[in-house]
Each structure stands twice: as structure tokens, then as C-alpha cells.
């Protein structure tokens, strides 16, 4: 495959997957054919179904997936000997969807409720077929005795159509899961008189209309085109009024429809009725083989959109892809959606999602390989197909949703013992386990390891890694002189299984974070993760105290852009801060990022456009300063991996454009004892709100700030961002809710006026190591406790504006470093061979940058 679309091929085989239309799963007592499984054929014309192309493919995968004998015989035994719970599943996890809508109108013998469905994937809705329900209120009105009229008729559509317990499904909660409710109606009028319907059928059509359906007897059975129309008509008026969608069958199907009569093109009076401009239609099945006329329909009327269903993958790969490719000459990609149309076999949903997303990256790689996309473009329209334009259009509230692969396999791994062990290895030989740690120099670095050796192995006797790991700058993938380490010796990375996550935006991959050892049980004293704990012991030992930790994340998206023949790397948009419509613009990406976030228990507080060109902040939640610098980790990784899933790249880096502003990653302090913010005053005596422990912790972090700064500003471009009037702090100072200021007390919302229950710190950037800077940050703070330090009067001005007042900070890296030689409290806590260490990977850094003066440039590629 070409590497130019691997971007495109991982998107695709990793998105979440909206099933906008579907219908139940049935036992496996049922008496349907197998054979159904591949085609809408029925009776003797299913005898020759095992000759078509769609069985002999779909054959294939089912039995790869089950791993069984590739025949019809094989993949029945398998089916019958691990029942329809195992294989329901094993289909749904394979496929990756997220959400199911069910027409549930579609009666089968033995099929689940559809709250079952709900066991397969975090959120399922409900579709009404508007016929079904009509034929089920009259038969009920013929079985009690009720006397049938128009008006009668006209007053329950008028109410939903919808009998009285159906209303009830907005109020019934399935275990605890969420509510299965309604979410929007559907019309299979194509099948039964077509869809030229009539909006202006007037009483006395309906009335001898629906005497005629009477004459029929009981079960009803509605055929009459003067009551179907009828129906449809206030049926739609009912899904306006409820601010639902209509989903309209069209194109092919079984034999009981007229394929003559299914042409979306008939639909041209419904669609310029006045009543009816702002409804909101799908025609599903791709309309096939009118997907033209359905792509024109979509291009012209804004409430028409398309669903190719069925389409895929019951049609031949050629005739997949070229009926997608119709259905995208005219209609708006925003318009075009995902579903399966799985109906009574579980299969049916896993092929109908294994060929989409194939499907789906052929067409958009032609598209981009013919001009008609970039692969940014491309990327969007993923998401936009495969979930976001089901979701805006069913309006889904996206909260209910959680990534299927982790719901489904967490299900599978609790309750299910029943799938074959060979499908367990199979499945295990393929998930990937990431063993992430931070460098001295704060880069993201991995180990990647087979999942089976991992847990056979690796998580008890590590993975083997140089001692030059630590000791490598930002620019050079090897040793740093003056760091006292070298390619000589090893260490063990030993992988810390409380982290142990799966990861959400790809399928059959964990992560987990890595502590460094000697060998197994036995740290080693250049261990950032092993530092932090170690300084934090101190506190607690001494103080019984615990430093708490909360990151404020800014970064810049940015999007490639060829200038001249050769790619740059420009920002997201130009909007300006808290801008409603950069907020609007990274929308998907944001949403996901919060998502995956939560997937991995970590809280985000809030979010919002920043001041610079394209970009962000996401702010997490407070947490034990261990905690917080696991979690700012893995939220890099997410914001990484999402942006660049999106065709975006993300960056951290302290200061991406010079004549722009920077980005840091500030963080909040605060102290707890047995559970309780001790930081604060306890009542008003205290001047500036704080405890006496919270001042003078405090007062240690302030006094040792320019040695600090060769931790939380490790790198030069960072001085390029700590610089006055730019809300960096570039003085040594403190100020209340100054953000002029370096360190600055807060009194949040929810917070007592007057008292203060962190302080934050803002020269700390996104490329520090977030367990090491932490580390020294509370080195500094013991040091203020047991020195009993004493903060200087708080600065309430801007302080360049009393410039010559104040101490500057150092403004280059240099001059931090230089100030951590002459500081000797960091020896004692942090341990002298990792501070010689530090120290010559950040004099490696000056000597470097000093002397490639654009190399900086490449560190969006790094942070």
C-alpha cells in the first residue's frame, strides 16, 4: 500500500462506527435459512445464492473471523456450538460499532428484544416503521371492538401514530443501561405502492381506503396507495413536530417490492410540499440502482440525505465501490452515512462494517489520487461518513456513547467463556501493548510488544534498554556528554500495570507506563516515575503531607500546506480566544479528544480556544502530583493521536512561531492532609488566604524558580515563550490571580473570597518531564517548609511595569542551568547522579540550538 495513504488506511480501519439503520438479531432456533445471511432472495432463489459473489467473499470472512472450516457446514457448526450470545459478540467487537439504530418493525420468528441489542453495544435507538405501527393500532382496535373512523385514525397520527406503549419507551431504562428511546420514524412505502405518494389525499380517498383495509380482516395487512400515503403524510408531520428524521426505503430489496415504483425520484412532491421543507429524510439502501438520481435529490433538496445500507455488502466489490462513488458525485459528504442494514444474523453487521470501511478507503483514496480531496479532507470525511453526520442528523447526544471496542471486550472478557480458545489466541497474537516512558529531555518514547509475550513475559521481566535512553537531547537520538552515561550498561523497563489502558483511538492496542529498574524490583536512581515518588514519600513522611497536581494543556493544531514544493506546517485557523467558531471548527477533534480522555478515567475540567493562531487548552482535572503526571501523559498522547488521526498535527512546543504566542503546560498546587486542601487559610486571619504550610511551600517554589526553570522550561525554545506581557511570567514574583506573574495564587468559583486554595505555576511548558519537574517543584516546597521561608509582598500590577524593581528571571536556558549548579537543595532530593545527568542534557541542548539557530523548527515534530 502506499505509505501516503496509511494515515488514511488507519483512520478508516479505527473509526467509530454509527449503524444508522438495522433491524433485530434472531435466535439461532429460528427457522430462516442461513443462506439469508447473503442475500435478499427467498424461496427457490435462494438455492443459487452460494453462486453468487457476496457469498463466496462473505463465506470467507465469517470464517476467518471465527476461525472455522470455510464452508457453509463449518461456519453452521460453529454458530450452533457457541450460541448467539458468543457470536453476537465476536461480530460486534470485530466490527467496531458504537451505536445501532433499530427498525424493529421487521417481525422475524425468535428475535431478541430490542434491549437485548444493548449487550452489544453501548447505545441502541429506536426506528418506528410507520406501516407496522399503523397495521398493530388497528388490529388491536379490531380486537377490543373498536369502531374505526378517518377521524379516529387522524387523531391517534396526530398523537405519534404511536399506541400508548411505545410512549412508555422514553421511561424505561434497560438494567442500567441507558433508555432505549425513539430517536426517529421510517417508511417502507416503496414495497408496498411505491413512492409517488400523494400529499394531498383527500377524506373520502382515505375513507374508502381504509374501509378496504378493514374488508381485509385480521391481521391487517395495509397494501391500499390512498392510506399509505395518508399515513406517510401525517407521519411526517408527526416527525416535525418531534424534530425526528424519516427514513425512506428506497432502490432494491426483497421481491414484494416494484422496483419500478422504489426510484427516489418520485418522492419530487413530497419534497417541494411547503409542510415539508424542513423535514429531514434519508433514503437508505443507496437508493441502488438509482444512486445518481439519489446523489442529484441531495445535491438540490437540503433535507435529503443518503444511507448505503444493504448496498454494502450485498452488491460485488466493483458494484460497492462505484455506487458509493455515484452516490459522492453530487451529494454533500456531510450528507452521506454509514449503516449495515443487519438483519437477523449477527454476520450481516460485521460484513456490512468490514466492506464499509473498505469500501470507504478506496473511494476516498481515489478521490485524493484524482484531485478531488486532500487527505486532511479525506481524514474529516471518515469521521463524517462513519459517525458524525448519523449522530448531528439522528440528534444523538454523543455523551451516551462510549467507544465500542473497550465496552465489547470489557463485556467479552467478564461474561463470555464460551468463544473457541483459538479465536482468543488469534485476537490476543494481534493486540499490541504499547510501554511508554519520558526521557530526560521530556520525549514520548515506546516499546511495542505482542500482547501474548507481554503477558507471558515482559510484565514481570521488563523490556531491556540502554542507560543512554537517559541521557539523550531533544535534537540527537544518542548520548549527551557530561551526563556520566553512555551505551554501555542496561536497564529494565518494568511495566507499571496499574496504568495498563486500553488505548481508544485504536483497535488491539494498550498502553502502559513504564518504571525503570536495575533489574526487576530494584529501581533505578535515574527513574523519573521512581523520583517523583520518592520526593513525595519525603513529604508525606516528614509534613503528612500530599502535593496535588492539575495541567492546563495548550497546544497548536496545525495543517500541512505545500509552499513552493515543499510542506509547511501552518495553524488550524486564525480565530482568536475562546472564539466560538474555532471552537466549532476543531469540534470533532475536541469532542473525541474529551472522549478518549474519559475512556482513560481522566477528567477534563474544561476546554477552549486559545489566543494564538489554531490553538486549544484542555484543562485536567486536580489529582495526586503522581496521578497528574501519568494522566498529562497520556493526554498528550490522546491529543496527538487524535489530531493527527484527523490529519492534523498537534504540538506542544513552547514557542511554535516566534512573532505568535507560546504554549505551556501551567500547572496547580495545592497540599492535602488525611484527604483535606490544607493550602488554604482555615479562616480569615491569614493576609493573603493561605495557610501557614501553604505559604511557606510556596515561598520554597518561588525562592528556587530560576534553578527550576531547568526542569519545567527544559529547552531553549521555552525562553522564547517566557517573556514579559505575554502571560508567561517573566519576573520573580508571586501575584493574586496576577497572570502576569510567574506563580500566582487562585480563589476559583466554589472557593471562599479571599482564601486561596492553589497556586499555579506558569513557566512550565510541554516539554518538560512531567514526573521530574514535579519532583523538583516539591523538592523546592520541602525545602520552604523546613527552612520556614516567607513570601515577599504579592506584585498586583503587571511587573514589567516595575521592571527595575524586580529580579528577571533567567531568559535562556542557560542561565537556569547556571542557576541549578549554585542550588544545592536539589541534590539531597533528587539524587546527585540524575542532577549531573540532567544538567549535561540541557547543556547539550544550548550548545546545540545556539548553533543551528533554525533547528527549533523541527521540535513540533517532537512535542
Not at 504 to 526: F, R, S, T
Request: hydrophobic share 40%; proline share 4%; aromatic share 8%.
Amino acid at each position: 500500500m502506499d505509505e501516503k495513504y496509511a494515515e488514511l488506511r488507519q483512520a478508516v480501519q479505527t473509526a467509530e462506527l454509527f449503524d444508522a439503520h438495522a433491524h433485530n438479531i434472531v435466535a439461532l432456533a429460528s427457522t430462516i435459512p442461513f443462506l439469508s445471511c447473503f442475500s435478499e432472495a427467498s424461496g427457490k432463489a435462494l438455492s443459487f445464492v452460494p453462486s453468487t459473489l457476496n457469498f463466496k467473499r462473505s463465506l470467507r470472512d465469517i470464517a476467518e473471523l471465527y476461525g472455522s472450516e470455510l464452508s457453509i457446514e463449518g461456519i453452521q457448526e460453529y454458530r450452533n456450538s457457541n450460541g448467539i450470545e458468543t457470536i453476537s459478540k465476536t461480530c460486534f467487537t470485530a466490527a467496531g460499532i458504537s451505536s445501532v439504530l433499530i427498525d424493529d418493525g421487521f417481525e422475524l420468528e425468535n428475535m431478541l428484544h430490542i434491549e437485548h441489542h444493548t449487550n452489544f453495544v453501548p447505545f441502541v435507538g429506536r426506528i418506528l416503521r410507520i406501516e407496522h405501527l399503523a397495521q398493530q393500532i388497528l388490529d388491536e382496535g379490531i380486537r377490543i371492538g373498536k369502531s374505526w373512523t378517518v377521524s379516529v385514525v387522524t387523531k391517534i397520527t396526530n398523537t405519534l401514530l404511536i399506541p400508548y406503549h411505545y410512549l412508555l419507551t422514553f421511561g424505561v431504562k434497560v438494567g442500567t443501561k441507558d433508555v432505549v428511546k425513539v430517536v426517529g420514524l421510517k417508511s417502507i412505502a416503496a414495497y408496498r405502492s411505491g413512492l409517488e405518494i400523494n400529499p394531498n389525499v383527500t377524506t373520502k380517498e382515505v375513507e374508502d381506503a381504509l374501509a378496504q383495509v378493514l374488508l381485509g380482516g385480521n391481521p391487517v395487512r395495509i397494501t391500499n396507495k390512498s392510506f399509505i400515503d395518508y399515513i406517510f403524510v401525517r407521519s411526517l408531520e408527526v416527525a416535525l413536530s418531534f424534530d425526528w428524521p424519516m427514513q425512506i426505503h428506497t432502490g432494491f430489496g426483497d421481491k414484494d417490492l416494484d422496483l419500478r415504483k422504489a426510484n427516489p425520484l418520485h418522492l419530487r412532491n413530497i419534497l417541494e410540499d411547503h409542510r415539508f421543507v424542513d423535514s429531514r429524510i434519508v433514503l437508505l439502501h443507496a437508493s441502488y440502482p438509482f444512486s445518481r438520481e439519489a446523489s442529484y435529490l441531495s445535491s438540490i433538496y437540503h433535507q435529503v440525505y443518503l444511507d448505503f445500507g444493504l448496498a454494502i455488502p450485498k452488491l460485488s466489490v466493483h458494484g460497492m465501490i462505484s455506487t458509493v462513488k455515484e452516490l459522492l458525485e453530487l451529494a454533500p459528504i456531510k450528507k452521506v452515512m454509514f449503516s449495515t442494514d443487519g438483519c437477523a444474523f449477527p454476520e450481516t453487521f460485521y460484513l456490512g462494517a468490514k466492506r464499509s470501511r473498505e469500501v470507504v478507503f478506496c473511494v476516498l483514496r481515489d478521490a485524493c489520487n484524482e484531485g478531488d480531496l486532500s487527505i486532511p479532507e479525506a481524514l474529516e470525511a471518515v469521521t463524517d461518513i462513519f459517525s458524525e453526520n448519523s449522530k448531528t442528523f439522528y440528534k444523538i447526544d454523543t455523551d451516551v456513547i462510549s467507544r465500542v471496542p473497550t465496552h465489547v471486550s470489557n463485556t467479552l472478557s467478564k461474561s463470555d467463556n464460551h468463544v473457541k480458545s483459538e479465536f482468543n489466541s488469534k485476537q490476543q497474537d494481534n493486540v499490541l501493548v504499547r510501554i511508554l516512558w519520558v526521557d530526560a529531555s521530556g520525549q514520548h518514547r515506546c516499546r511495542v510488544i505482542p500482547q501474548k509475550r507481554f503477558d507471558s513475559f515482559v510484565k514481570e521481566k521488563g523490556v531491556g534498554l540502554t542507560y543512554a535512553s537517559m541521557c539523550m537531547s531533544s535534537a540527537t537520538d544518542g548520548p549527551a556528554e557530561g551526563t556520566n552515561l553512555t551505551g554501555t550498561g542496561e536497564i529494565r523497563l518494568m511495566p507499571d500495570l496499574s496504568t495498563r489502558r486500553t488505548i481508544p483511538w485504536v483497535m488491539q492496542e494498550e498502553m502502559v507506563l513504564a518504571d525503570m529498574h536495575i533489574k526487576p524490583g530494584h529501581a533505578w536512581e535515574y527513574c523519573p516515575r521512581e523520583t517523583l515518588r520518592r520526593v513525595s514519600k519525603v513529604l508525606k513522611d516528614e509534613f503528612n503531607l500530599v502535593m496535588n497536581a492539575g495541567f492546563e494543556n495548550e497546544f497548536y493544531l496545525l495543517k500541512s500546506h505545500i509552499r513552493n514544493g515543499e510542506e509547511e506546517w501552518v495553524p488550524f485557523d486564525t480565530s482568536r480566544y475562546c472564539s466560538t467558531s474555532a471552537f466549532d471548527g476543531a469540534s470533532p477533534i475536541l469532542h473525541e479528544i474529551v472522549n478518549s480522555l474519559q475512556l482513560l478515567n481522566i477528567d477534563v475540567e474544561q476546554l477552549h480556544p486559545e489566543a494564538g493562531n489554531g490553538q486549544f487548552e484542555v484543562v485536567l482535572r486536580y489529582t495526586t502530583c503522581t496521578n497528574a503526571a501519568d494522566n498529562l501523559i497520556y493526554a498528550r498522547e490522546v491529543i496527538r493521536s487524535v489530531a493527527r488521526k484527523h490529519g492534523l498535527l498537534a504540538t506542544f512546543m513552547p514557542k511554535y512561531a516566534l512573532d505568535d504566542i507560546g504554549s505551556g503546560s501551567h500547572v496547580h498546587i495545592s497540599l492535602s492532609e488525611n484527604g483535606h486542601n490544607v493550602f488554604s487559610a482555615s479562616d480569615g486571619s491569614s493576609k493573603h488566604g493561605m495557610s501557614k504550610i501553604g505559604q511557606e511551600f510556596m515561598a520554597g517554589v518561588l525562592h528556587h524558580l530560576p534553578s527550576l526553570l531547568a526542569f519545567t522550561a527544559p529547552i531553549p525554545n521555552s525562553y522564547d515563550r517566557i517573556q514579559p506581557n505575554t502571560w508567561s511570567g517573566a519576573y520573580l514574583c508571586w501575584g493574586k490571580e496576577n497572570r502576569e506573574a510567574p506563580v500566582r495564587t487562585a480563589c476559583p468559583p466554589g472557593v471562599a473570597d479571599g482564601i486561596v486554595s492553589n497556586f499555579e505555576i506558569k513557566a512550565f511548558d510541554g516539554c518538560a518531564n512531567p514526573h521530574l519537574a514535579l519532583a523538583a517543584v516539591l523538592a523546592a516546597g520541602i525545602d520552604g517548609l523546613r527552612s520556614h521561608l516567607s513570601l515577599p509582598l504579592p506584585i498586583d500590577d503587571n511587573p514589567d511595569m516595575i521592571r527595575d524593581q524586580l529580579q528577571r528571571l533567567p531568559i535562556s536556558l542557560s542561565e537556569s542551568v547556571e542557576a541549578l549548579e549554585k542550588d544545592t537543595v536539589f541534590e539531597d532530593l533528587l539524587g546527585e547522579k540524575l542532577l549531573v545527568a540532567i544538567k549535561g542534557v540541557r547543556k547539550v541542548e544550548v550548545k546545540h540550538y545556539s548553533q543551528n539557530k533554525d533547528a527549533y523548527k523541527k521540535l513540533i515534530h517532537y512535542y
